[in-house]
Structures are given as structure tokens and as C-alpha cells.
């Protein structure tokens, strides 16, 4: 099928459109490189030296791969040009990853959390509204996150999406209703993801579009089939302080023997997925389309949760890191459980990649070969969440 | 206290700044004039005329009132202006009505949705990060809806704000737990009040913001105690299918001979309050603020609820005036019950004015007087929710 991928030169969205590429559908990526200009802003650069898009392009078609188109454009601000994009394309699904993901990078100051609120909103909205405004019927299959449901969920297992819930009516009777799990956003960025679902739930009702929000954990991981073809086609790898996730930041301070930040206490559960897995996600996400008029599908995209302490011990052991015990920059509880259903992807046929199998891997094949490009200053989270929070900053920096 | 008046200029802003001003406190409005711009495009007029805000605001104090003063600045566009505001005023309380808030204005063309999308919120994440950037502790009121819980609720009474859910554990066990009263917003103005419910949400929880969000039914009548004093003072009428709610818009075509357009079977029941009720709880909800961290206070803000059918029936009784069944220009379900808890505002004190005693001063004291400023041709709802509804537009029109 023809698949726009919005936000197709990012972390996800770059391997997740060479896989859809690589199983026959005809790609164009759709993005205004804000990821890089991010990077530019911060002063940081994946720790992988990533080419430019039309570099990533030309290896994808020189090592054999069905050429990919790219679009330049910002699907928040130009409405215009996206709809004219729909009404050209005509695509049969679109993949939406067009929003800013670093909840750290949404927190760091009020440009940032009103930058967040309004590219993202926007984003999401020009997107429903161009396929309604153009009359294009496909499938809309957006990246969400596990985090618009916190991590409070009183012992209970999340439900992929909805909840069964009793309520009493006035006449006393019980009766069940099917609902939105109820959410509870931790970070602005999260709150976004809320917005968002927000939004296509009323556009899946008012005007029958077909949409599925993937609910995704932690990802982690580097490396795609596709991506290790050339190195020109290298997925970009974040450790900084605002866009590297725990799990990849716990890898590359192992690699160059900073020790491991662990925030608080570090008994946060998260749930992980590694990117091989993610990609798979999207692909049977297409696949497996709502009907016109269904609510919004929603997917648990995620194959194991941990303890951040306990991911910083089993990377601990494999490698010769320490870790560090630093103050947590989020407001957020101490200490959480986190039970979550992900039956959907796992019946549909996905293999999950283990961290058991893939940690060690990551250390030596991504971070190590890459160490000598990383900023070593750039690598504590110092973006707060309020202003009585204090940076992850270790006590004793490693000499560099 | 000191209070900012967001979107003062507006029908319920102006005489809720007049209401405040009245019984003695310093009143500011902020407004960027929009709802008077958006007249200028629909080609309509207020059927009441509304004087300029300069000769609004001299007039009260040739009246006695305490001076009102008054800051042209767009919320959702200007945050460097609001946050300096907030940093010279430093209010005790601020009260949002600054937001499109016409649902059919929502509907009506892809323009029409990305403005109300992308003005609601970022106006209202503006005030909430300009209150977090500047350190004002002031307690923001919000207009919101009773529109986010949609018409349908199961033979619930819908209660104000939260519902106690059962839920079940992965032990088996049922655990009680407090939820926001899940949303079924049915047009996109209604849904970015669902948006604003999560921007409180977030913002109470994470800053420790004090906020109030007043879920409005339809608000009826024109004149309060404070525009009554001049008719410079007069507060706006709109009868368009735009902006003209439906008790409103019925007064209007008792009053000029045109047929009580009753949109489908007239089975919606919605849930209605005076504006003079509405300034009162606008007061009682600033007398009554919650704690800094505090979950958001959430009041059902509505007095009496009725189905369309039978509000023009009563009319009808208490007039000559017909009543012609059309096409319903929105997507919504043709009959449904509607309950809602409005114990908050009762208890606080709230006297309702009720339907009974207050339309037929309505119809001979507002709709007649100014009759003959109609334009009889902006009457018809025309915003369609979707491509497949008709407008709702009587077979014969009254010729003029």
C-alpha cells in the first residue's frame, strides 16, 4: 500500500519506513527536521553519526531498497501543503510520529512546554482534519505512549485502551459501560498524548475515520534489519540528558564509564520494547485496520517492564559500570507498580526481542563503537519538573 | 480582590465583569475583541446594540461603577503580554471565558476547526503556564460545558466532575476509585473543552494551581442588574445559526414571525441556566477556590434541564409564535435523557431564575424591542457536522 510516514526522519519513524519499505508498501516520508534543529538547539548530536535525508535516501536505494520519497514539511503549520499532500497521494494509510516525544525536552522551560503543546495538538489535528477536508480514507496509525496513563493504576492490569466499568444509575441500578481508561499524564509531553487521544476519539465518532493509536513503552535499541545495511542508514541513538531514554543512557554511561544516574530511588516500573519490535508493531498495526465508524483501536506496544534500579543492575553486571543515586528531576511517585495487557501484538504475531538477549549487544555493537562522539556534560537530565526538583547530577563527575 | 476578566467583551464575560466590578472588586479585562471580528465575518450583528468596549467601560463609571479597566492582548497569540500582565497585575483570581465558543462556528469549514482547536488551547495552556512562569498564585475560574459528557449517560445523574468506579484488580479484588466523569464531546468546540479538562488536570496536579472549571448548560436571557443601568451597558444577543443558542434564537423568531426552527425530533434534552444565575456562580465559585494541590473543583453550572420540543412548545404558548421541524444540521442522537447533579451552587446559596418566570420578559423586553435589527436570513442553522447532514432550514420562510 502507499503509507505517508509523518515524522519518518526520527528516531522511530526512520526505521520504522525503511521496514514498511523493505516489505514491498510504497513509503514517502513527511517531515520538517525539527529533530535535527532540536539537536542544534541543545548543542548535542546522536551519539551514531546519522546522514542527512537525502543521504539516508540514495544508500536506501543504492543497497536495493524500493525507493522512498521525502516531503520537507511542517504538518503543524501548513496545513495547505498537507492537504494538497492527501488529495495528490491519496495514501491508504498514514503513520503519524510528527510530534515532539522528549518529555524531559517539554518540561525544560514555558517556550518548551508551549512549544510541545502546540506543535503536537497541531500536528495531530491538521492530520484528522486533512483527511476529512480531502475525502482520503486511510488508515491513521499514530505513536502513542504508555505514559498517558502515569504510573498509579491502584493493582490493575491497563486494558488495551477501554474499561469496564459499573456505574449507578438514578434508579440504583449497576449498569457496565465500556469507557477510556482513565489518564493521568505525567509530563507535558505525556499530556499531549492525551490531547491526541482526545481528538481521534471524537473524529472516529463525528466522521467514521479509521485510526488506531499504538500505546508504545520505552523504546530501546538502535539497530533494524534495514538500518544496518550501509551505515548510511543509521538510526540515530540520543543520550542527552532531555532526548536519551533510560534504558539507551544507561548503555552509553556503561560504554564510557560514567556512572549509571539513577533518578530517586530508581523503584519507577517502565515499560520497554525494543525498536526491532516497534517496527514490527506498525507494520501489524496496518494490517490490521478498525472499520469505518469502529472507535479507535488502541494497542499496548510494549513487551516487558522493569524497575529502573534493576535495569541499572543487570547492565551493571554485563559490563563494568557503577551507578550513581542522584536526585529525581521529575515530580513523580517514588515508587510504582505497573501491570499492562498486551495481548493484541502478542496474538497477532509478534516475537518480542528479550533485553536478556539484546542488552550486551547494544553496549558493545552501538555504544562503544560510538563513545568517542559523546558529550559526557551533555548526559544528566537537568530539565525539572517543577522548580523544588534538583538535576540527576552525580556528586562526582568522571574526569574527561 | 484583584480579578482579570479574560475575553471580557463577550456574553458572558461582560456582565460577569460587570457583576464582579458591582459588588466591589477591581476588575481588569483582558480581550482581544474577536467575538465582535467574528460578527464582521459572518456578516451579523448582536440583535441588543452593543457599544464599543471604550463607551461600555465609561459608561459604568458615569454610572458609579467602580472603573474597569480594559487590555486589548490575544491570550492564545501573546504570552510574553499576558505573562508581563500577571507579572504587574499579580491578580488574586483570574475567571477564562477567552475562547471560540459557537459549536456550529466550530464546524463550519476546516478553518473553523483549526482556529477553535488552536486558539482554546493555547489560550488556556497559556494562562496555565504564564501562571507557573510568573509565580502568581491566583485562582483561575474557567467557563467550560456541560457539552464534554455528551448527550448520552446511561440513566446516569451526571455528578460534578468525578464518578466512583469499581475496578478489578489482577488479584480478583474490586478496588474504588475516583475518575473524571468520562467525556463524549459532540462537536469540536466541545471537545477542546474536553482538552482544557486535561490541561487543569495535568496543571493541578504537577504545579499545585488552584482551579475551578464550571461545566455551563445553555445560557438564556440577556440583561443582569448591571446592564440594565444603561444602554450603553447592554449585553450582546446573538439569534445567527452560528452563535445563537437555542432558547435565544427562539425568542428572537417568536418575536419577528419566523417559525421556531426545531432541529430533527426536537428530542435533545439539554440542560439551561439564566445569565443571571451564570455571573452569580461565577462569584460563589471565586468565594469558594480549592487548595493549592487540590484536584481541579468541577461544578455543574446549570439550573433546569428541558427537551428542544418542549421549549418551543412553552413558547409558543406565551406567544403567536409556530414552530417548523427541520433537518438537524448536527450528528447527534435524536432523543435522549439528560440528569445532572447541581448540588454545589445550591447549597452555596444559588436563587435559580427559572424558565417560567423569566422568558416571556425575554421575548417582549429583548426580542421585541429590537426586532426590527434581524436579518431574518442569518436565522438558519448551516454548519453542518458532517457532508451528510442538511441544514436546518424551514421549507417555507416568512417573506420580509
Given at each position: 500500500m502507499k503509507i505517508l510516514i509523518l515524522g519518518g526522519d526520527g528516531f522511530c519513524g526512520w526505521p520504522a519506513s525503511l521496514h514498511l519499505s523493505d516489505i514491498g508498501h510504497d513509503v514517502m516520508i513527511v517531515d520538517n527536521l525539527s529533530r535535527r534543529r532540536i539537536d542544534v538547539e541543545l548543542g548535542v548530536e546522536s551519539l551514531t553519526p546519522i546522514a542527512t535525508m537525502e543521504e539516508r535516501l540514495q544508500a536506501w536505494s543504492e543497497t536495493g531498497g524500493r525507493p522512498i520519497e521525502f516531503v520537507n514539511l511542517d504538518v503543524a503549520q501548513d496545513y495547505d501543503g498537507l492537504l494538497e499532500l492527501l488529495q495528490t497521494q491519496r495514501p491508504d494509510a498514514i503513520v503519524h510520529f510528527a510530534e515532539q516525544r522528549a518529555a524531559p525536552y517539554s518540561m525544560k522551560s514555558p517556550r518548551n512546554k508551549r512549544y510541545t503543546v502546540d506543535n503536537n495538538t497541531n500536528a495531530t489535528h491538521n492530520v484528522l482534519c486533512a483527511l476529512v477536508d480531502s475525502g482520503v480514507d486511510a488508515h491513521l496509525v499514530h505513536l502513542g505512549t504508555m505514559g498517558v496513563y502515569g504510573y498509579g493504576t491502584a493493582g490493575m492490569k491497563i486494558p488495551e485502551g477501554y474499561l469496564d466499568v459499573q456505574v449507578t444509575t438514578e434508579t440504583g441500578d449497576q449498569v457496565d459501560q465500556k469507557i477510556l481508561y482513565p489518564t493521568n499524564p505525567g509530563s507535558i509531553y505525556h499530556m499531549t498524548k492525551v490531547l491526541d487521544q482526545t481528538l481521534f476519539a471524537y473524529y472516529a465518532k463525528n466522521d467514521k475515520l479509521r485510526i488506531t493509536d499504538l500505546h508504545q513503552g520505552i523504546i530501546w535499541g538502535t539497530h533494524t534489519d534495514q538500518t544496518?545495511?550501509?551505515?548510511?542508514?543509521i538510526n540515530r541513538f540520543d543520550y542527552d540528558?532531555?532526548?536519551?531514554t533510560v534504558l539507551n543512557r544507561f548503555l552509553m554511561q556503561a560504554a564510557v564509564g560514567y556512572p549509571m544516574t539513577v533518578h530517586g530511588t530508581g523503584g519507577q516500573t517502565r515499560a520497554f520494547i525494543h525498536i526491532r519490535d516497534m517496527v514490527r508493531c506498525i507494520q501489524i498495526a496496518l494490517e490490521n485496520p478498525p472499520a469505518n465508524g469502529d472507535k479507535v483501536k488502541i494497542f499496548n506496544q510494549m513487551t516487558e517492564t522493569h524497575r529502573v534500579r534493576d535495569l541499572a543492575e543487570l547492565i551493571a553486571k554485563i559490563s563494568d559500570a557503577t551507578v550513581a543515586y542522584v536526585p529525581n528531576p521529575r515530580q513523580e511517585a517514588a515508587e510504582n507498580e505497573l501491570h499492562v495487557t498486551n495481548d493484541t501484538f502478542l496474538d497477532l504475531g509478534l516475537n518480542p526481542t528479550t533485553l536478556s538477549e539484546g542488552l550486551l549487544i547494544e553496549v558493545e555493537d552501538v555504544a562503544r563503537k560510538y563513545a568517542?562522539?559523546?558529550?559526557?556534560?551533555?548526559?544528566?537530565?537537568?530539565?525539572?519538573?517543577?522548580?523544588q526538583q534538583q538535576p540527576g547530577v552525580p556528586e562526582q563527575l568522571p574526569v574527561h
Open positions: 544496518l545495511r550501509d551505515e548510511r542508514l540528558g532531555d532526548y536519551g568517542e562522539r559523546a558529550d559526557l556534560d551533555k548526559i544528566p537530565a537537568t530539565s525539572l519538573w517543577t522548580a
